[in-house]
């Protein structure tokens, strides 16, 4: 089979591979449908550790191909997706409410070869079934969207509340459009890019601003653009996190969506004390894969508007090299077989 291999940041190989086997509680799914996530740019750029080589990617759905022994419920054929990362001891309690940390994480396209391939292996307990009426293009989306409802949980009650969200890449916009199903009064998006806000628009943005631009603060003197009741970063930037702080009420709150992993310098701390700011972060998918299966499957969330490529797995370095450059307008790349 064709995979995706990466050797050392930025050397990314097409190799052709054994089809994985299944060990014991594990399946091999054929890939149907793989999308370029921003963490699997962290690993590519090598921003992110990983054991290399690797096969890249951890967001995907396909079909089950085989079962490994102890494996009950699931069966070839069956259209499925399954989570990124797992805890690989197994008797540990993965219920994250205890926050008893795994010391054997698992992650594919990290720890373990992931899905930018034909086929991937991945233990039974980390797959979730797909309606045969939801698209393999809509279906790669799956993780990404149980982050957005884990965001808006986080958020506590969002209806009748005014809504702001800083970074409309494809995580930002499916959260965008989750707010809405959960009740939000209107949603406002600000970002850098004018194709993203314009995608924005079309899915449900109230209003929209390009923070680059001198127009921004003219948006801002707005009576409906301040005093936003709840404010979700997901931009993964402290920049990101410091328009926040600006869009905040005195008594909101901002949940950290995005993934920042340098410091927090440009954070504006005197605000937290003014407004009295409520900060949340959120982490991960927990409990949500279901949910985001039933919005999808119910047509409430649009993903086709967010996939802007289209790519073989066999051009994979093409997709990075767009995806890391910002080309064509990029947002959401996908790999197909």
Known sequence: MKAAVLYAPY???????????????????SVEAAGICGTDISVYEGK????????????FCGR??????EVHGLEPGQRVMAEGSWCGDEQHDTDESTHDPCINHQALGRTVDGCFSEAVAVPSGTVHLLP???????????TT???????????GELAHKHVAIVGPGHAGLLLLQVCLVF???GVAVVGTRENRLQVAK???AESTSNIRLPSHKTWLQEPANRDFDVVFEASGTASGLATCFELARKGGRIVSYGIISGPLDSVPGQEIYSKELTILGSRG???????????????????EPLITHVIAIQNAEEGFTIATQRLQDALRIVFVP
């Open 132 to 142: 045969n009426t939801v698209k393999a293009t809509e279906a790669q989306s799956v």
């Open 202 to 204: 079309q899915l449900g």
């Open 285 to 303: 998918a927990e409990g949500c894969y279901e949910e985001a299966i039933r919005l999808l499957a119910s047509g409430l969330i649009s993903v």
């Open 183 to 185: 009740g939000a009064q």
């Open 64 to 69: 089950i191909l085989a079962i490994g022994d």
């Open 145 to 155: 969207l149980a982050t957005a409802v884990r965001a808006v949980r986080r958020a």
């Open 48 to 59: 992110h550790s990983a054991s290399l080589p690797r096969v890249l990617g951890h967001e």
């Open 11 to 29: 050397d990314l190989r097409i190799e052709d591979r054994p089809m994985p086997s299944p060990d014991r509680g594990w399946v091999t799914i």
